[in-house]
Structures are given as structure tokens and as C-alpha cells.
């Protein structure tokens, strides 16, 4: 069974910059989540959807971060204008509903702000 | 306080046993987790109990829960060099949409 993938591995961009990653969940699992892990620490929930639907986005910087899931299999994360603070891993997980709720993650996107 | 605290270091002898412990604020979790973390690569799902356990093994790890003290562990017997990562437990929280992560234990294991 494919793993969570996610790319690209690495980006480096400037402060005010636009930037995008995608993740590609596990076959058949409707729920994504994206997640931000900042050096030091474990990661935070940013947003999760289920199937195309917004489950829980409390968390997300409405005003700069923005995230899709059109057809319920692939997501978008977008972060519009970047800032230093920004620099992290921006890691995606998928769980299939009804298996534990267990969550499995993808490679993650380091993202370094300048 | 955090909603889920690990202690940050732990240092270990190859050959050992290591116990990693956690401690989360939320009584009504549901699911609680161990993930180990390599240098550049995403979370590895290790184990989970269920908050109506309070054991769990699977061959070298094993997982001990006290809910009372809402008190979670995990011990890797005869620790190897190849076990030396970040583990992060994590819970997760009654309404099921929302996973907490402790900053993660990093378990270095010397030869």
C-alpha cells in the first residue's frame, strides 16, 4: 500500500512570497489533515478535512494560509504572504474513518523563509 | 500547563531498555499514540491504546496507561542504535477530530 506523499521535499522562499505544497493521501482514506511542526516541537493541527468538507480549521491562519481538497483525494496548502514565523515542516496525514481514528503521515515539506 | 508534556532527552545503552513517559491534561481522550520521528522524514505510527486499556505489546514495545493519573508510557526493550529518533506521543481528544502532540523525547541510544 502507497504511502502519504507530499512534495515538493523542500522549499525555499523570501518573506512576502507565495507558496503551495500538495499531499496525496493513502487510497480510500477520507479524512486529510495538514499539520505544522515548528523545530523543537510536535507538530500542530492546521486543518483536516473530511472527504471535500472542512471538519476543523481553529487553528489555521485564515488570513495568509489556505487549503483545498476539491475532489476529496488530493489538498493544496497555500501560504500567501509568507513570513519568517512560517519557516517549518508542513506534514499531511490521512486516516481512514471507523480505523482507530489512527492517523499516518506523509514525508512532510520543510519550508525555510528568508 | 501543555496539553500533552514529554520530557525532552533520553539517553540509553545498546542493550537497555528505555521508557519513555507522557503525560496529557485530557481525561476523555480516546485513542493515545506513539510516532518515532527519524531526521527529515514524517511521523511513524508506532503503537496506540485504547483509553479502556492499560496495557498493550507488540514484540519489543510496550505501552502502559494510567488513566488516573493520566500517565502514558512506552518501553523498547534491548534498545538498538537504529532506535535513536524523536518519539512523540500524542492523544486524541473526545470529540475524535482533534490530535495533541507532546514537543517529543529524543532517544539517543549509544553503542
Known amino acids: 500500500e502507497a504511502g502519504v506523499a507530499q512534495s515538493p521535499r523542500y522549499k525555499i522562499i523570501e518573506k512576502r512570497q507565495s507558496v503551495a505544497f500538495w499531499c496525496n493521501p493513502i487510497?480510500?482514506?477520507?479524512?486529510l489533515y495538514w499539520y505544522q511542526q515548528i523545530l523543537g516541537q510536535g507538530p500542530k493541527l492546521l486543518i483536516q478535512?473530511?472527504?471535500?468538507?472542512?471538519?476543523?480549521d481553529s487553528q489555521l491562519p485564515k488570513d495568509r494560509f489556505s487549503a483545498e481538497r476539491l475532489k476529496g483525494v488530493d489538498s493544496t496548502l497555500k501560504i500567501q504572504p509568507a513570513k519568517l514565523e512560517d519557516s517549518a515542516v508542513y506534514l499531511c496525514?490521512?486516516?481512514?474513518?471507523?480505523?482507530?481514528?489512527?492517523?499516518?503521515f506523509g514525508p512532510g515539506t520543510r519550508l525555510l523563509v528568508l | 500547563g501543555e496539553d500533552v508534556e514529554q520530557s525532552l532527552f533520553l539517553s540509553v545503552r545498546e542493550g537497555d531498555s528505555s521508557v519513555i513517559n507522557c503525560t496529557y491534561t485530557?481525561?476523555?481522550?480516546?485513542?493515545l499514540y506513539w510516532y518515532k520521528q527519524e531526521p527529515g522524514a514524517g511521523l511513524q505510527l508506532l503503537t496506540y491504546?485504547?483509553?479502556?486499556?492499560d496495557m498493550k505489546q507488540d514484540q519489543r514495545l510496550t505501552v502502559l496507561l494510567n488513566k488516573k493519573d493520566k500517565h502514558l508510557s512506552l518501553r523498547i526493550a534491548d534498545t538498538q542504535t537504529g532506535d535513536s529518533a524523536i518519539y512523540f506521543c500524542?492523544?486524541?481528544?473526545?470529540?475524535?477530530?482533534?490530535?495533541?502532540f507532546g514537543a517529543g523525547t529524543r532517544l539517543t541510544v549509544k553503542p
Open positions: 485530557d481525561s476523555s481522550s480516546t485513542y
Open positions: 478535512f473530511q472527504n471535500n468538507g472542512v471538519v476543523d
Open positions: 487510497s480510500g482514506h477520507a479524512t
Open positions: 491504546i485504547f483509553s479502556n486499556m
Open positions: 496525514a490521512s486516516s481512514f474513518p471507523g480505523g482507530g481514528e489512527t492517523q499516518y
Open positions: 500524542a492523544v486524541l481528544k473526545h470529540n475524535n477530530n482533534d490530535m495533541r
